[in-house]
């Protein structure tokens, strides 16, 4: 059985930083292509990185330069280094874990991150 469970989050002021885990089992996790994605009250979910098992990072505009994303494959967890955090990253934080080959994808079950003075 497939178990993701992110950890971390809370809250943040404005030009500071939080830290997002997630840990994972049940699945080959060296090959999996990882993503977090994020759910703002009223909006819909949007996807926030992505990285592969063969490295391939991808980040949205408005995020890239402040997060990284990495992951850690002894482990089986990944993580959302998130930096310099404005109040427009106030969401709910989704890690994501798919197969590149059968597209099968696991969720956890998200995490609230607000950013606020």
């Known amino acids: 059985q497939v178990q993701v469970m992110e950890s971390g989050g809370g809250l943040a002021q404005p030009g500071g930083s939080l830290r997002l885990s997630c840990g994972v089992s049940g699945i080959n996790f060296a090959t999996y292509t990882l993503a977090w994605y994020r759910q703002a009250p009223g909006e819909q979910r949007e996807l926030v990185a992505t990285l592969t098992g063969s490295g391939n990072e991808n980040y949205r505009p408005s995020v890239k330069g402040r997060f990284i994303l990495s992951r850690d494959n002894q482990e089986k967890m990944m993580y959302l280094d998130m930096n310099d955090l404005r109040r427009e990253d106030t969401a709910i934080y989704y890690c994501?874990?798919?197969?590149?080959?059968?597209?099968?994808?696991?969720w956890g079950q998200g995490i609230q991150v607000t950013v606020s003075s």
């Open positions: 994501n874990v798919q197969n590149p080959w059968s597209r099968d994808a696991h």
